[in-house]
């Protein structure tokens, strides 16, 4: 089964950690990422820039407009992800709080199950 292990961000809650807690935070994930890849049950995982950082594109009248920052005001957004593939929803549980950010407090990982994917193989195939 593959699941998606999303990690969302809340600027307030990183700022008020210490340098020494941010650092710990990240090198966690270098951790986390060798125990799944030994485990065979890494499929990929990304990192992403803020919102400051991203646009949004929508087309209306078969116009394309562009704006900066997120589609929603939130105090939160996506900040990355694994996919990982793995026996059980209570396996994809468990790596879920073996995530650094799991352990912060005000933060969590979100666990969705992948119910289709497609990828580049996939496309070069039709």
Not at 17 to 25: I, Q
Not at 73 to 79: I, M, T
Request: hydrophobic residues 45%.
């Amino acid at each position: 089964m593959k699941f998606l292990l999303i990690m969302h961000v809340n600027p307030q809650i990183w700022e008020a950690l210490t340098e020494d807690e941010r650092n710990e935070v990240m090198r966690g994930h270098g951790g986390f990422i060798e125990t799944i890849r030994e485990s065979g049950e890494l499929l990929g995982t990304t990192a992403l820039a803020g919102p400051d950082d991203s646009a949004v594109v929508r087309v209306r009248g078969g116009v394309p407009t562009v704006s900066d920052g997120p589609y929603l005001e939130a105090k939160e957004f996506l900040g990355g992800y694994y996919l990982v593939e793995c026996a059980s929803r209570d396996r994809a549980l468990e790596l879920a709080g073996m995530i650094p950010d799991a352990k912060v407090e005000g933060l969590g990982v979100e666990v969705r199950p992948v119910v289709f994917a497609a990828g580049a193989e996939a496309a070069a195939d039709v």
